[in-house]
């Protein structure tokens, strides 16, 4: 397949890197953050908030021998995520009892044990308070324990819409092992051990990394695993860092190397790695519009599922990816759509790429945070959960899913704008309630209505905003289903979700493929595709 990336994405080694803070970088990779917790790696995620909060909670409760109370632990309809390792539960379990302790210890001395950035540059002062009573101690943790888990929250609904557990198979490179490919060629070429004393690990070294590349693809022929191996398990932040460091090194651009060494769908793959995510978001939808044609399925699957901050983000890269088409200074993606599509579907675009879903507000999304009371004694055990009741507005659900079956089923054809005003617009926890209260006044899932009821494209991103809310991770899952069912690979559709989700949520698809279809992704990537090709793609959504 010939790559049509522009050539902004060779041509400097591409854009800088995304900002820290980026809608995008899931990982937070880069970002500031005061102190360490606990030999605890990743910066980003606070420390024991790093499944979702009923999640969480439910694994730290259980085991502890008590259950916090069934209405409250109930996750939103057909969020089938629930379902986690024990391992999981009992880690999360660890890392918030060492996390009540530092805190703890952080109070008595004044010393800054634990960080988490919310807008600072540099920690906060505290006073030492050696001689505070065990009632005062528990109080000041409780208070710190909920805002940081409220932090959390807000930060995962800024990168997936909802307060579930995400998980990517491609994380940050932080530490190498002693069998990394870089460490033993680094070793015998370069005579310097990049383990520590001990030989366990070694931290990242982005020069090595550099320099194993460049001798990847030295004289004649091409190391592809090497390639394979770097790429693969760096994330994306990390490979903007190789590319502006590539070209110090050697006075050459990382990407046009590897574009010279590769070709077909597996330099596509490469070429959409060192794309940033925003700029690959933007490249994509460009790409649906100019082409051949119009790519619907690719309008539908980027704007119906990114978070509000993302499709802000997307858009203000779009312009600069037009390239040759658009040399102007406005916003040109909502003309570009309104140019290339039409009708019902036309609105639902605009709709969503305005980026304007409504969000849970900080304050409503405290009100909702509750501490995990044990039922046996009645005292709080300084562990939070979210009463998912709390979040929507049931009156209002119960109005506008009436409002939908006047709409729709209790009328001669059909009220589009009223599907749009509520689809488009309101968040996922009061869409889910919606949805709940639809069910008991038609006796109807909101799905069966809207394949009786609409058609076309406009179906489709209706139905791809209903199958995204409930459960986001299950929608890509049938994707890739369909873009490998039957005579012919969708190789493109394959590239953009694997490449997209890799650093989100590709360990909830990957669990949700094996259910629709029996056999894992990886088994199924080894059947349906070849070559270079078939190892990236491996080795981007694991084995396991």
Known sequence: MHSNYPPYAYANSGPPPPPQMSAYNVNAYGATYGGGYGGYSNPAAVPGFTVPAVQQCHGMSYSMGYQPPPNQMMMPYTAQLQMMDRSMYEMQNRQQQQMIEMLKQEIRTGQQMMYHRNGEDTPPSRTPQPDISEEEMQEKVRERMKKVYVDELVR????????????????????????????????????EDLMDEDGNKGKWNLEADCEYLNEAMKGLGTNDDAIIHVVSTRCNSQRQEMKTLFKTLYGRDLIEEIKGELSGDYKELVMALFVTPAEYDAWCIKEAIYGPGTDEKALVEILMTRTNAQIQEMKQRYNSVLNKHYHGKGVKIEEDIKDDTSGDFKRLLISACQGNRYKIGKERLEEAVEEIVNPETQEGTGMYQVNYQKLADCRKAQREAKQLFEAGEDRWGTDEETFIRIFATRDYYQLRETWNEYVKLTQRDILNSVDRETSGDFHRGLKAIVMNIRNRPAFF????????????????????????????????????????????????????????????????????
């Not at 819409?161 to 015998?188: H, I, L, N, Q, S």
């Not at 669990?511 to 629709?516: A, G, I, V």
């Open 156 to 191: 995962r609904e800024e990168v997936s819409g909802t307060f579930e557990m995400t998980e990517g198979t491609v994380k940050p490179m932080r530490m190498y092992t002693a069998e990394d490919p870089v460490v033993v060629w680094y070793a015998e070429n370069r005579g």
């Open 477 to 544: 899952a049938d994707k890739l289903v369909k873009a490998m069912k039957g005579l012919g690979t969708d190789e493109r559709t394959l590239i953009r979700i694997i490449v997209s989700r890799s650093e989100i949520d590709m360990v909830q698809i990957k669990k949700f493929f094996l259910e629709m279809t029996k056999k894992t992704l990886w088994k199924w990537l080894q059947e349906d595709t070849s070559f270079n090709f078939k190892k990236l793609l491996q080795a981007i959504v694991g084995k396991n």
